[in-house]
């Protein structure tokens, strides 16, 4: 009888809901403006500094739009799927929808279904500027089948991803760590066995992998298999790989056109899973003994009498400042991210040469998304709960109510910033970072990119700009994405300075930690004025 009431779906109702609830929010409009935009900007990189005939060009217009979009499902849709069942746990409607003939699969399929959606019209926004490839020319039938294969499965990847810790999570930011974490781990998965088949088919499984790559080494190599970026005798796009190996290429449209069930099974299991955990956790249950016994035993600080006076005086000096701290979950956080920076670059130091140099851009992008997600979010819930007003009515000053913030990002992340620095001072700098730079500006960017001093000042002040951007936009991807134009403006403006005032070719790195502190400095000061207004008149939105 259960399993009978578990296979009987009843969509319509909550996809119909989903859907209206989301043609009324303007994030949906503005993503899907945003995915236009993005892809516009990276057809003009592209065409503007590739030295390709013309139909050469069409391969790598299409192969970078591709590779776009594969980026923008890994970023958007696990973010926009995260939330969808542990928001519904948070504001106590999961047990109405159970007081329905609603059944727990209907649920998580409408739910799901509706998402897909919503994925989908990124999909089609970006949709007519995939035609100019075309029209250029070198793009054929086989390249776009592929391309929507691997992106079909990029997408219901992420969907699963997003659905697991959905149904896993209550709170929205453990949400969105394990949706993105799943996203990650299925996403590597996939691409490493569906390479390793591809090459152990074609060639033997002994010659898979014959130097004994490390595993990231092996992602990073076959990394041009899954953008089409694969350049074999001048041309760009899957189709060059049938006038490289007529075997090879038969073997990779089996492997896609077998790619697509086993992505659909992986989904129809996560669903599963899903549904039988909200069905089983939909309602709040009284912690146990043994759960509280196991909270007072490894979550309990060492040292309690050195850290009630600790805390005690974080409270009495900027009661904001403690907020941030007090919680076993944050201090959990805190020093659980500088052990998995402090492990991940142990491993390194043990791999080959040339490792460390390869991580330290992934583990920097890795920290300034973190940083910049917990930043805006926590300001975003505490405004939504009505926390914020709670606090704009007691006598702490909104000063003290800037400062203790900033103060508590900063302890929050300064041990695992404190590992990038030391690996960053003993290892001679950051790996190359590669931009496209179409013209002179783009270049003196990213060489002080890698200066430690323009990092640093982006450090101590992304939590003024985070609070700011959280506190005038309501959506959570449109404030981290300010906030990264806001840290990127003073370190442009910096490099412009320099430009304009030594005229030369090469970026005089001596000129760059004055006029970064300078560029910051103002940037930060003027946030600091407009947040002040803000808060003190309650202008934010809701």
């Not at 492997?255 to 599963?272: H, K, M, Q, T």
């Not at 926590?378 to 909104?398: D, H, M």
């Not at 001093?453 to 982006?458: G, R």
Request: net charge positive.
């Amino acid at each position: 009888m259960k399993a009978q009431r578990f296979t009987q779906l009843n969509v319509w109702p909550v996809l119909q809901r989903e859907l209206r609830e989301g043609a009324r929010r303007r994030v949906n409009h503005r993503l899907r403006f945003l995915s236009a935009g993005v892809g516009t900007l990276v057809l003009w990189i592209i065409a503007a500094n590739a030295q390709k005939s013309a139909a050469q060009l069409g391969g790598w217009l299409f192969c970078g739009l591709h590779t776009l979009l594969l980026g923008l499902i890994f970023l958007i849709v696990p973010a926009l799927t995260a939330d969808c069942i542990a928001r519904e746990k948070r504001e106590g409607t999961l047990g109405l929808l159970f007081l329905t003939p609603l059944s727990a699969g209907g649920i998580v399929a409408g739910k799901a279904l509706a998402q897909a959606l919503r994925a989908l019209t990124l999909w089609v926004a970006v949709l007519p500027i995939l035609a100019i490839p075309f029209m250029t020319g070198g793009i054929t039938w086989f390249d776009a089948c592929i391309a929507l294969s691997l992106e079909f499965c990029t997408t219901v990847l992420c969907l699963a991803a997003g659905l697991l810790a959905s149904s896993l999570a209550r709170e929205r930011n453990t949400a969105f760590l394990l949706a993105f974490l799943f996203a990650t781990t299925f996403l590597l998965l996939f691409s490493q066995l569906f390479a390793f088949i591809l090459i152990g088919t074609w060639r033997g499984f002994a010659s898979a992998n014959p130097n004994g790559m490390p595993w990231w080494r092996w992602q990073l190599a076959t990394m041009p298999l899954f953008s089409g970026l694969l350049d074999v005798r001048g041309f760009a796009g899957w189709s060059s790989i049938a006038s490289f190996s007529g075997v090879l290429s038969r073997i990779w449209v089996c492997l896609c056109g077998a790619s697509l069930p086993v992505v659909l099974l992986i989904f129809y299991v996560a669903a599963r899973f899903a549904a039988r955990r909200i069905q089983r956790s939909w309602q709040d249950k009284i912690p146990s003994p043994r759960r509280e016994s196991l909270l007072r035993l490894y979550c309990a600080p060492l040292s309690g009498r050195r850290f009630r006076r600790k805390m005690q005086r974080t409270l009495d000096w900027n009661p904001i400042a403690w907020l941030q701290q007090y919680s076993w979950k944050a201090r959990l956080s805190k020093w659980g991210l500088c052990l998995v920076f402090l492990m991940i670059e142990w491993a390194a130091l043990q791999a080959p040469d040339g490792t460390v140099s390869l991580i330290r851009v992934p583990l920097l992008l890795a920290l300034a998304g973190i940083y910049t997600f917990v930043g805006v979010n926590s300001f975003l819930e505490e405004k939504r709960s009505g926390a914020l007003e709670l606090i704009l009515v007691t006598p702490i000053t909104v000063n003290k109510l800037i400062f203790g913030r900033t103060w508590g990002l900063w302890k929050q992340f300064i041990p695992a910033g404190l590992i990038l620095a030391g690996d960053y001072l003993l290892g001679g700098g950051l790996y190359k970072v590669w931009l496209w730079r179409p013209s002179m500006v783009l270049d003196f960017f990213s060489e002080a990119l890698q200066s430690p001093f323009i990092l640093a000042c982006a450090f101590l002040t992304l939590p003024v700009f985070a609070t700011y951007f959280a506190l005038r936009v309501k959506n959570l991807i449109v404030a981290g994405v300010l906030t990264w134009i806001a840290l990127c403006l003073p370190a442009a403006f910096a490099t412009e300075f320099i430009q304009m005032f030594t005229n030369s070719d090469q970026l005089e790195m001596w000129l760059i930690p004055p006029m970064a502190l300078l560029s910051y400095g103002a940037f930060t000061l003027l946030t600091c004025f407009l947040l002040r207004h803000s808060l003190s008149r309650r202008i934010y939105s809701f």
